[in-house]
């Protein structure tokens, strides 16, 4: 009776093993594409050939972007200076670092990064999306990490090497592959249903003040004719983006009061001092504070600058000097309705989008 007994337990044990093994999910490398989006109006997306978007690749960034262990202490992810209610920017002027160091410039929002062709950082050093994500984790005013150890991290979790299969078709991690993943991810993270992008669309209206806005921003500015004046915006803020990839100097201080030289540091040309990347304005109601140095924390200062502060100096845009000697002419009707229009520009299914969320 109890070689019976034993050989029915023996039975149940390969029985209950059985089922297990059917449980366990093994990771297989899964190419199917990431569908990729866009409005008619952007244009064709200028997306990576060596690093074709996928589901799984897309899901790898993801995971990385809010993983904190891509920091020295495991306190930091890249999303803790890039949060998605606030345009994936940060409302801090400055983003505090794992040792409690401070960054020097305003960390930038991240959407559209498929259209953006001038290089990345407010002086354009990172020439690639992939290039741009791995600096912050090595800085050490940021997450002051090494690549080693992440990759030593991201190795000893089953979870992260069954995606690196998935998405990769191996388990080996190594940092390249980490900067493929997070350079899909934020590919994926686009803005293009504002307000005014429904308004084109025809399906709603503008309010009396906003439009008023809109046409004082595609007005051009015209110091001889006041009441034909607009406020000039759109030719460095154009496009269906409002951007123009160009680094520019807007006249925040003399020369004598730069404190930062800007894309000079990069390119090692003085034409190039105090120049900075112009960022586009979508959701730009959501990612204050404004400016490379986060001075402004307001629309209203922002505009204000443009209208009556604008410095001159060596470098500063021809574009706006002509504004220097009688500023833009801007009413405080104006310059509540230019605000009112820039408000318009905020995107609340981006800013709410579950694909983007931790």
Same mark, same amino acid.
């Given at each position: 009776?109890?070689?019976?007994?034993?050989?029915?337990?023996?039975?149940?044990?390969?029985?209950?093993?059985?089922?297990?093994?059917?449980?366990? @999910?093994?990771?297989?490398?899964?190419?199917?594409?990431?569908?990729?989006?866009?409005?008619?109006?952007?244009?064709?997306? #200028?997306?990576?050939?060596?690093?074709?978007?996928?589901?799984?690749?897309?899901?790898?960034?993801?995971?990385?972007?809010?993983?904190?262990?891509?920091?020295?202490?495991?306190?930091?992810?890249?999303?803790?200076?890039?949060?998605?209610?606030?345009?994936?920017?940060? =409302?801090?002027?400055?983003?505090?670092?794992?040792?409690?160091?401070?960054? =020097?410039?305003?960390?930038?929002?991240?959407?559209?990064?498929?259209?953006?062709?001038?290089?990345?950082?407010?002086?354009?050093?990172?020439?690639?999306?992939?290039?741009?994500?791995?600096?912050?984790?090595?800085?050490?005013?940021?997450?002051?990490?090494?690549?080693?150890? @992440?990759?030593?991290?991201?190795?000893?979790?089953?979870?992260?090497?069954?995606?690196?299969?998935?998405?990769?078709?191996?388990?080996?991690?190594?940092?390249?592959?980490?900067?493929?993943?997070?350079?899909?991810?934020?590919?994926?993270?686009?803005?293009?249903?504002?307000?005014?992008?429904?308004?084109?669309?025809?399906?709603?209206?503008?309010?009396?003040?906003?439009?008023?806005?809109?046409?004082?921003?595609?007005?051009?500015?015209?110091?001889?004719?006041?009441?034909?004046?607009?406020?000039?915006?759109?030719?460095?803020?154009?496009?269906?983006?409002?951007?123009?990839?160009?680094?520019?100097?807007?006249?925040?201080?003399?020369?004598?009061?730069?404190?930062?030289?800007?894309?000079? =540091?990069?390119?090692?040309?003085?034409?190039?001092?105090?120049?900075?990347?112009?960022?586009?304005?979508?959701?730009?109601?959501?990612?204050?504070?404004?400016?490379?140095?986060?001075?402004?924390?307001?629309?209203?200062?922002?505009?204000?600058?443009?209208?009556?502060?604008?410095?001159?100096?060596?470098?500063?845009?021809?574009?706006?000097?002509?504004?220097?000697?009688?500023?833009?002419?801007?009413?405080?009707?104006?310059?509540?309705?230019?605000?009112?229009?820039?408000?318009?520009?905020?995107?609340?299914?981006?800013?709410?989008?579950? #694909?983007?969320?931790?």
């Amino acid at each position: 009776m109890s070689k019976i007994l034993s050989i029915v337990f023996i039975l149940l044990i390969i029985v209950v093993m059985a089922c297990e093994r059917e449980d366990i @999910v093994v990771a297989e490398y899964d190419a199917t594409p990431y569908t990729f989006t866009f409005p008619e109006n952007f244009g064709d997306p #200028e997306l990576p050939a060596d690093n074709v978007l996928t589901i799984e690749g897309v899901k790898l960034g993801k995971m990385l972007f809010y993983e904190k262990a891509l920091s020295k202490d495991g306190t930091q992810s890249c999303a803790s200076c890039h949060a998605q209610n606030d345009g994936f920017s940060d =409302k801090n002027q400055f983003s505090k670092g794992v040792d409690g160091l401070f960054g =020097k410039r305003q960390a930038m929002p991240i959407f559209n990064m498929a259209w953006h062709k001038s290089g990345f950082f407010w002086d354009g050093r990172a020439t690639t999306l992939r290039e741009q994500s791995l600096q912050p984790i090595q800085d050490p005013l940021e997450m002051h990490e090494t690549l080693e150890n @992440v990759v030593a991290k991201l190795s000893g979790n089953k979870t992260y090497t069954d995606q690196f299969i998935r998405a990769f078709g191996t388990s080996e991690v190594n940092s390249t592959k980490v900067s493929l993943a997070l350079e899909q991810f934020m590919m994926t993270i686009v803005s293009f249903d504002s307000k005014y992008d429904q308004y084109l669309a025809g399906t709603v209206t503008f309010s009396e003040s906003e439009e008023r806005g809109r046409s004082l921003f595609f007005t051009e500015y015209n110091q001889f004719f006041p009441d034909l004046s607009g406020a000039d915006c759109a030719h460095c803020h154009s496009g269906p983006n409002f951007e123009n990839g160009a680094f520019m100097n807007n006249g925040l201080d003399f020369e004598s009061n730069f404190k930062d030289i800007g894309r000079e =540091k990069v390119s090692k040309q003085a034409e190039d001092r105090a120049t900075f990347l112009i960022p586009s304005l979508r959701n730009i109601a959501q990612t204050a504070p404004y400016m490379h140095d986060g001075r402004f924390q307001t629309l209203e200062e922002v505009v204000e600058h443009y209208n009556s502060e604008v410095k001159m100096s060596s470098t500063v845009s021809p574009l706006i000097i002509p504004t220097i000697a009688k500023g833009l002419l801007l009413s405080e009707q104006d310059k509540i309705d230019l605000v009112n229009f820039l408000k318009t520009l905020s995107d609340q299914k981006f800013l709410t989008n579950p #694909e983007y969320a931790q």
